[in-house]
């Protein structure tokens, strides 16, 4: 047995108004008078708190289009940009949700790393330390602000940067963050949360490490979707927590079916993580029956309307991508269904499965 022995963040600063701090903690981060880049979230464009940004000397605010999920090109030309205008620089910041994040953790890779980003796509494959990197999350749910990973979309599939690296040196949790984020998008990205929870605690990966912060986690997640009539202040800062210590979970176990079934949706439909993870669970009482039925009364209780039929249509090619891209998520499985993984999740069960959502 080889016990996994990884990297965490190294500082966390988490309270309401912590981002005021982001000046004072950036200080001594600074390299003579190369730059901070913040990249921001583009619904942040024009927006309060875009102004609060702590700009100083030749620092650049980089705003990121995710309507799609990042890219290995996206990345590959972020890095590219800052390379041709700044040579190098002190750090890359990124304040938004998953999506922004991992952006902010791929290029500050590639700052340092030659090649394209998707010659990283992987276990262990990054070699050298990216520049210094911050993540703030503004949507509270994927844990990406914790773990050793950045998912991007490649030419050939979608595979994080998985790295001693890649994690971030500083995250800043500032609950007000998250106040105006939009009903669905919240319970979305919430759930992504909420099912991590699931799939690690009825994993056979679970261990007690894994189990204290995903038990914990998963008690958030329900006083916030299920025994709370209202959203305020308070849920903000639990589901804030409730993300970090979900994602502190998976770091030591894995996720599951949901996950493993809705990166073949995202990469042949482009389905957005937290959406995708919901079409899926919503059909998974064979695997997590009490989940499932928590889910169900969560998804009805916040009067949220979960997409049916994504998949008709679709030709025996896709469906064939789609559960290739499924099938190698081999670590997933194994987690989710035991070593014998492919005695039960069979290609014909897997399809019939795709067919349904
Ligand atoms: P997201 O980052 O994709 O953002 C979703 C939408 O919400 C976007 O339109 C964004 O502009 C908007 N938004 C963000 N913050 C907002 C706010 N405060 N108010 C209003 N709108 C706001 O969503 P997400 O669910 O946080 O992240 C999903 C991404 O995270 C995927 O790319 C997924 O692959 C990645 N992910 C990474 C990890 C990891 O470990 N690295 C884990 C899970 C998911
Ligand atoms: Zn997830």
């Not at 896709?318 to 993984?341: H, I, Q, R, T």
Request: proline content about 4%; charged content about 25%.
């Amino acid at each position: 047995m080889k016990f996994r022995n990884f990297k965490m963040v190294s500082y966390v600063v988490y309270g309401r108004g912590s981002f005021n701090q982001l000046d004072e903690i950036l200080a001594p981060q600074r390299k003579g008078d190369a730059p901070m880049i913040f990249l921001v979230d583009h619904f942040f464009n024009g927006k309060p708190l875009a102004s609060r940004i702590p700009l100083r000397g030749k620092d650049k605010i980089v705003f990121a289009d995710v309507t799609y999920e990042p890219k290995t090109t996206q990345v590959d030309a972020l890095a590219k940009q800052l390379k041709d205008e700044f040579g190098t620089v002190s750090g890359v910041i990124g304040i938004g949700g998953g999506s922004t994040m991992d952006l902010a953790k791929a290029v500050g890779l590639m700052m340092t790393n030659p090649g394209s980003s998707a010659d990283y796509q992987g276990w262990d494959l990054v070699k050298v330390p990216g520049v210094y990197k911050a993540g703030i999350p503004t949507l509270s749910g994927t844990g990406a602000e914790v773990s050793r990973t950045t998912v991007l979309t490649g030419p050939t599939r979608k595979l994080g940067m998985n790295s001693d690296f890649t994690p971030f040196d500083q995250i800043v949790l500032d609950p007000e963050l998250t106040a105006d984020a939009p009903i669905n998008q919240r319970f979305y990205t919430g759930m992504d949360c909420y099912i991590h929870c699931i799939e690690s605690l009825e994993g056979t990966f679970l261990n007690e490490f894994s189990k204290s912060y995903g038990e914990k986690a998963l008690q958030l997640c329900q006083k916030v979707y299920v025994e709370r009539d209202h959203w305020d202040a308070e849920s903000d800062e639990m589901l804030m927590m409730a993300s970090y210590a979900g994602g502190m979970s998976i770091a030591y176990s894995q996720v599951g079916v949901a996950h493993a079934v809705s990166y073949g949706l995202s990469y042949l439909l482009g389905t957005k993580h937290g959406i995708g993870n919901c079409i899926v669970m919503n059909h998974l009482e064979e695997y997590y029956p009490a989940g499932v039925k928590e889910f169900k009364y969560m998804v009805e209780k916040n009067n949220i309307e979960i997409p049916t039929g994504i998949c008709k249509g679709l030709s025996d090619a896709d469906f064939e991508k789609m559960m290739d891209v499924s099938m190698g998520l081999k670590p997933l499985w194994e987690n989710a269904l035991g070593k014998d993984w492919e005695k039960i999740m069979t290609r014909d069960k897997l399809r019939r499965l795709f067919e349904k959502l």
